[in-house]
């Protein structure tokens, strides 16, 4: 386990560390989620073995400190990741990131673009999604107040999520994961899709080919962005098809 302080009132961000060849790998959850829990088994597959992997939780998340008077906006978590990244001298790395990660990734390669060499984004928010109440992800959270949130709201969303999720759920803190949830589902200004849009760094977009067509696949690839439906799997690719997800990993990772 390694950390970084990365807030002026001393909150630490953590990380699992795997030794291995430069330059280094980053990992990055999901709302609600836990690096380790969703990419140890990637981090070592035979495809992606060796090279040096940072499996990191954001603040809030995981095996990170909670704290209750930060933010949690998109771009406080990709300042932040930035400072753990700094301190653990891993940029610039190969990043590959999950859902809300793959939004924070976003905004830190746009925000810190000497950390970040390339992008994997797996399934990952590119645009504001309007509250929606009873929905399990960012969207139904953000359909509460923080105050009927924290005061009963999560055991709504606990029923919701079910025991999968809420296995990690269950490590976040409360005011971290609803705020993150509201910021993630506002967006930022640009959008996320326009500031990958706009990145020259090599970019990859993996998706569940069980979604369909991938909206606004086209304008994507215009910008670089190769696009791939990986098959036999749900938002949670990783877990859902490990060969898959690594194979279209390793692919991603040796594109030009």
Same mark, same amino acid.
């Given at each position: ?45 035979? &495809? *992606? +073995? !060796? /090279?040096?992997? #940072? ?11 909670? =704290? %209750? ?100 759920? &269950? *490590? +976040? !803190? /409360?005011?971290? #994961? ?11 200004? =640009? %959008? ?65």
């Amino acid at each position: 386990m390694h950390s970084a302080v990365v807030t002026p009132e001393d909150d630490r961000i953590r990380w699992i560390e795997l030794p291995g060849e430069e330059p280094a790998r980053v990992y990055l959850h999901g709302l609600g989620s836990t690096a380790p829990a969703y990419f140890a088994a990637t981090a070592v597959h035979p &495809r *992606l +073995a !060796g /090279r040096r992997s #940072l499996l990191l939780d954001f603040l809030g998340h995981g095996h990170s400190d909670r =704290p %209750t008077t930060f933010s949690y906006t998109l771009e406080a978590h990709a300042d932040t990741v930035a400072q753990a990244l700094t301190a653990a001298g891993a940029g610039p790395a190969e990043v590959i990131a999950h859902s809300m990660g793959g939004a924070v990734a976003i905004v830190l390669a746009a925000r810190h673009p000497h950390l970040v060499s390339r992008l994997v984004l797996v399934d990952a928010n590119l645009d504001p999604v309007p509250p929606t109440p009873g929905t399990a992800g960012s969207s139904g959270i953000a359909a509460y107040t923080e105050e009927d949130f924290l005061a009963g709201g999560w055991a709504e969303v606990r029923d919701r999520v079910g025991a999968h999720w809420w296995s990690t759920m &269950r *490590l +976040a !803190g /409360r005011t971290g #994961l609803y705020r993150s949830a509201v910021n993630l589902a506002a967006g930022t200004i =640009p %959008t996320m899709r326009e500031l990958l849009l706009e990145l020259k760094i090599p970019r990859s977009f993996l998706y569940p080919a069980s979604d369909g067509a991938l909206a606004g696949a086209e304008a994507l690839e215009a910008a670089g962005v190769t696009v791939v439906a990986v098959p036999e799997c749900g938002h949670n690719i990783m877990l859902d098809n490990p060969e898959g997800f690594a194979r279209a990993v390793a692919e991603a990772l040796a594109r030009d």
